[in-house]
């Protein structure tokens, strides 16, 4: 499908940028507030909801040169299409940000040291852009990002009904630290048991993402993810997601010898759409003594170029744990 979609733009190039178009690829993008910051946005897309080709075709038009060989050269529709769409939800995204003066066809990227994407803004002695981050995490069902100001993000989504390949318990032993294993195994129901491994996968995965230095850097049982009770008592979260006693803050606590990790790190749990898990890590700029605010999070279902629905306040998105 998206093979023969490119053969058609390929058509429409010459055109577009003769005149200075991005073949619509601004004309609906909706412009947003740069984020405070205390605040974290969040957007997300579902691949089963974008099945016009029209729109697909415009996504196509997004993406730099490189990018387009990169997804067309993947095999089968279903990996293309979930690269275009990750690839569109970055551009569209962090283009809103800047009041319509970029293009998402224009954004270009670069990478860390370690091979993590960052924004490269091009030099504009008449605009200063915002200091933006950016973080993606796709499944199968839903694809999304997290933007910051000023600080480094990580972000994971995973969906609830994940199926592990392998014995549970044995996931648990190779990649958690004791304290996380011996968590799970004092869990008797196995659903729940289920629940809590994505839960603790999924905030390891942000925070290793926010550290920006690649899993081999900061590999799962280097580290142990703990909940924090309001009375400040470190205890790990259990049960299912429905219970009315959650953690007021998640916290980060290296092994001893462990290098590059940092505990300066806030954390959010939250489920998404039903459907998902999902998890955010931010940096935190606080001085040791200093009250630590929870992250105001603002979440934000989208069809790029075509609809942004706020949906923070909704059913859509239900706090777990490091809210206030």
Known sequence: MLSFIYKENVLMQTSCFAVKMFCSSSSHLIPAV???????????????????TSLLKQYLNVLSPCEKENVLSMRGDYLQKRALLARTLARTTLAKYTNSLVSPSLLKFRKNTFGKPEVDWQCDKNWDPPPL???????????????????????????????????LSSLAKRYFTPDEVEYLHAISDPEIQRQEFIKLWTLKEAYVKALGRGFS??????????F???????????GDSNSKCQASEIVVEPLDGSKHL????????FELANSHYAATCVQNNILEGEKVDA?????????????????????SVRAIAGFT
């Open 262 to 269: 940092t505990t300066n790190w806030k954390f959010t749990l």
């Open 295 to 315: 992250p105001i999070l603002k979440v934000w279902k989208t069809l790029p170029l075509v609809k942004d629905e706020f949906v923070s306040e909704t059913d």
């Open 34 to 52: 740069v984020p405070s910051q205390r605040e974290l946005h969040f957007w997300y897309v579902v691949p089963d909801e974008v099945k016009d």
């Open 133 to 167: 981050h950016f973080n993606i995490s796709h499944t199968s069902s839903l694809i999304a990002c997290g933007v910051t100001v000023d600080v480094p993000i990580g972000i994971d989504v995973e969906e609830k009904q994940r199926k592990t390949k392998n014995n």
């Open 217 to 226: 850097a900061a590999p799962f049982k280097t580290f142990t993810i703990r």
């Open 228 to 238: 924090r009770s309001n009375s400040r008592s470190s205890f790990i979260m259990r």
